[in-house]
């Protein structure tokens, strides 16, 4: 978890960012940077949290030609192999940190690249060059990205607070979406003029005219959008719920700090665990609510747990 922030069209003092991140420092204790603009129309902010690329990951992160500049919360998937591929094709990378990959999928692949990331992510992108903004979140939301809109000046941030604590946007409460939220309706937040980037969707900003451009570039596939090889097939189901669990815990056990387990006494966690124990190259250390001296879990006392779920 880490923490972003970003002021657009606003004319305002370093200290503006500063204040952000001070308030999202509890997201990301492990260091903080900023970028501002030479015209001072826009400014980035990020707080860290080191889990991939300890030593060399700080951000806000530069485009080889420096033309583009990145700070983005969460982590991308794969990126191993997404980075050997764009040095295939030329590219070469100052650090080890997963988020690098944006830039150059950015560079390869203009605003298409979003369609080539997975993970769990909140980003924003200046392109310095075409004067473009874009900011981005994960196809499900995992990461939180609100922002601020009005006569074509933005705020950006990982929580509501950091956009109030740049002291360009007042915070009033909303008494509507409070009314909607005790109804059970739900809100982006209850405050005005405060939103969610919608998930899966992508803001762009002309930083020059303030105009800009919410498309949405992923949307969960239902049955019936294409074809359904072995519908039917209840054997072909089951190996591909297997290979896809598999998948997706394999992805998300890359992290240059010691990745654990929370068991919950359900099946899901449970079959999670296992996977992750079979495919992790040393025992897990597993957590539970309740149970403080649960012991470090192998694969076989795993395997037991899941093995009549999946």
């Not at 649960?294 to 899941?306: G, K, Y």
Request: aromatic letters at 8%; glycine letters at 10%.
């Amino acid at each position: 978890m880490c923490g972003i922030v970003a002021i657009v069209g606003h004319r305002f003092q370093d200290e503006a960012l500063e204040r952000s991140l001070d308030v999202l420092h509890h997201r990301g204790p492990d260091g903080s940077g900023t970028y501002v603009d030479p015209q001072r129309l826009v400014g980035l902010g990020h707080a860290r949290l080191a889990v991939v690329g300890l030593g060399s990951g700080d951000q806000p992160l530069f485009g080889s030609n420096g033309d583009t500049v990145l700070v983005c919360n969460g982590e991308i998937y794969d990126h191993e192999s997404i980075r050997s591929r764009l040095e295939g094709s030329g590219h070469r990378f100052a650090t080890e940190s997963d988020s690098e990959v944006i830039l150059h999928l950015y560079r390869e692949h203009g605003l298409d690249f979003v369609h080539r990331l997975r993970g769990e992510f909140a980003f924003v992108l200046y392109d310095r060059a075409e004067r473009r903004l874009v900011a981005v979140r994960d196809r499900f939301g995992i990461k939180p990205l609100f922002y601020h809109e009005r006569g074509g000046r933005y705020l950006f941030g990982s929580e509501a607070k950091a956009l109030f604590a740049t002291g360009l946007l007042e915070p009033r409460i909303d008494v509507v979406a409070v009314r909607n939220y005790m109804s059970r309706v739900m809100e982006d937040t209850i405050f005005q003029g405060v939103r969610a980037l919608p998930p899966g969707s992508m803001l762009r900003v002309d930083v020059d005219t303030g105009a800009s451009r919410m498309v949405r570039y992923w949307d969960l596939p239902v049955e019936g959008d294409g074809p359904q090889p072995g519908h039917g097939d209840a054997t072909y189901y089951e190996r591909l719920l297997r290979h896809q669990v598999d998948e997706a815990v394999r992805l998300r056990l890359r992290a240059d700090v010691s990745v654990g387990v929370y068991l919950s006494g359900g099946i899901d966690s449970a079959i999670i665990a296992e996977s992750a124990a079979r495919q992790a190259p040393a025992a897990l250390e597993a957590f539970t609510i309740g149970f403080p001296d649960a012991p470090e879990l192998d694969e076989s006392a795993l395997a037991r747990l899941s093995a009549d779920h999946l």
